[in-house]
T-cell receptor
Framework: DQQVKQNSPSLSVQEGRISILNCDYT??????FLWYKKYPAEGPTFLIS?????DKNEDGRFTVFLNKSAKHLSLHIVPSQPGDSAVYFC??????????FGSGTQLTVLP | ETGVTQTPRHLVMGMTNKKSLKCEQH?????MYWYKQSAKKPLELMFV???????ENNSVPSRFSPECPNSSHLFLHLHTLQPEDSALYLC?????????????FGPGTRLTVL
């Protein structure tokens, strides 16, 4: 059973608008969450993270929100740019143990 | 070379072949990882080496055999694979071998087992 779920395999957004990528988890022991971005023919690259003691972390155009009661986190990209088109993976860990990844969401930003 | 490199980038092998995947990191990290990514599935952690010692092995079949001769190099030896082993194999490294440490990934080896 998947402990980290990304239920939307794909998302299309117009350039300049907001992209919202969602991730749900089932393990209440998870205390650290990350987003990775992957372009074709490249490995995933770290994007942004959040600890469970926070509910929001912002880095430029990227903001991650954590709702612990709902076991849900989301990544907001605003404004979206064509170069943001990639697969986005959500990942989580508990007590510094190894990462558990979601299956990814393909974001396409249309010019 | 910079970052994490993997060779070969593509590999096609028969079920009776023996091959090896190579990963090298140029970041001075002390932990290295093998992941498997099958289509539409999450990245699955296969092995973790921290300070050249295997610290995690997620019930991976014995037809996959890792080797970490030093902190910069990691191999995945393959033998008698099955078609369902066809996937993208990703190597990663980090400073520190826990989920709190940012992992840097290589570009992966696309493996096809015939």
């Amino acid at each position: 059973d998947q402990q980290v779920k990304q239920n939307s395999p794909s998302l299309s957004v117009q350039e300049g608008r907001i992209s919202i990528l969602n991730c749900d988890y089932t393990n209440s022991m998870f205390d650290y969450f990350l987003w990775y971005k992957k372009y074709p023919a490249e490995g995933p690259t770290f994007l942004i993270s959040i600890s469970s003691i926070k509910d929001k972390n912002e880095d430029g155009r990227f903001t991650v929100f954590l709702n612990k009661s709902a076991k849900h986190l989301s990544l907001h990209i605003v404004p979206s740019q064509p170069g943001d088109s990639a697969v986005y993976f959500c990942a989580a860990s508990s007590s510094a143990r190894q990462l558990t990844f979601g299956s990814g969401t393909q974001l396409t930003v249309l010019p | 070379e910079t970052g994490v490199t993997q060779t070969p980038r593509h590999l096609v092998m028969g079920m009776t072949n023996k091959k090896s995947l190579k990963c090298e990191q140029h970041l001075g990290h002390n932990a290295m990882y093998w992941y498997k990514q099958s289509a539409k599935k999450p990245l699955e952690l296969m092995f973790v080496y921290s300070l050249e010692e295997r610290v995690e092995n997620n019930s991976v079949p014995s037809r996959f055999s890792p080797e970490c001769p030093n902190s910069s190099h990691l191999f995945l030896h393959l033998h008698t694979l099955q078609p369902e082993d066809s996937a993208l194999y990703l190597c990663a490294s980090s400073q520190g071998g826990t989920g709190l440490n940012e992992q840097f990934f290589g570009p992966g080896t696309r493996l096809t087992v015939l």
